[in-house]
T-cell receptor, first 116, second 112 residues
Framework: AQSVAQPEDQVNVAEGNPLTVKCTYS??????LFWYVQYPNRGLQFLLK??????LVKGSYGFEAEFNKSQTSFHLKKPSALVSDSALYFC??????????????FGKGTKLSVKP | IAGITQAPTSQILAAGRRMTLRCTQD?????MYWYRQDLGLGLRLIHY???????GKGEVPDGYSVSRANTDDFPLTLASAVPSQTSVYFC???????????FGPGTRLTVL
């Protein structure tokens, strides 16, 4: 079965420090991987995705993620965190539940808190 | 309209009542989805539609129904609401070219 794990419920970093939000996945075949961000009382916003090609993917707001096939990981990173990055982050893998063209299977989310 | 809209923004509903959550997209995406978000569980797929005229069941379909009469609209109906359906509901759409799903702002539903 396809699944996504985000091992940390919360990540705390100081502003200006690098941040990493962890994600591991389990799929059969080649994974399509995504990161979304959710600000309070808002919908999910797309950050970046890995479909194929370069293992390092760059996305919105200075975020990037590294696909590691051997470790089945897709960790989200940013070199220098901002207070405004504080939000809930979701990792997802594309599934095919039933006959779905491509529903997303989400991790449980990681709350990122960046302190000044 | 730009992107995906959902209505209402929030609703308090008595148990046993019928409720339809509305979702409209203007991106001409073929596929649409309904998810519910619950604390500690992430988002779970309720129903999906690969294209207008077709629908399918997701991970947690019980108590919900959907229809897809045209490309733009994908309403979700709770025939007889129960308290366990208290959640935040998100509609999403995607196209096969970008393989990216775009989400609406959500509907916060409370069933008492």
């Amino acid at each position: 079965a396809q699944s996504v794990a985000q091992p940390e419920d919360q990540v705390n970093v100081a502003e200006g420090n690098p941040l990493t939000v962890k994600c591991t996945y389990s799929v059969s075949g080649n994974p399509y991987l995504f990161w979304y961000v959710q600000y309070p009382n808002r919908g999910l916003q797309f950050l970046l995705k890995y479909i194929t090609g370069d293992n390092l993917v760059k996305g919105s707001y200075g975020f990037e993620a590294e696909f590691n096939k051997s470790q089945t990981s897709f960790h989200l990173k940013k070199p220098s965190a901002l207070v405004s990055d504080s939000a809930l982050y979701f990792c997802a893998v594309r599934g095919n539940y039933g006959g779905s063209q491509g529903n997303l299977i989400f991790g449980k989310g990681t709350k990122l808190s960046v302190k000044p | 309209i730009a992107g995906i809209t959902q209505a209402p923004t929030s609703q308090i509903l008595a148990a046993g009542r019928r409720m339809t959550l509305r979702c409209t997209q203007d991106m001409r995406h073929n596929a649409m989805y309904w998810y519910r978000q619950d604390l500690g569980l992430g988002l779970r797929l309720i129903h999906y539609s690969n294209t207008a005229g077709t629908t399918g069941k997701g991970e947690v379909p019980d108590g919900y129904s959907v229809s897809r009469a045209n490309t733009d609209d994908f309403p979700l109906t709770l025939a007889s609401a129960v308290p366990s359906q208290t959640s935040v509901y998100f509609c999403a759409s995607s196209d096969s070219v970008t393989d990216t799903q775009y989400f609406g702002p959500g509907t916060r539903l409370t069933v008492l």
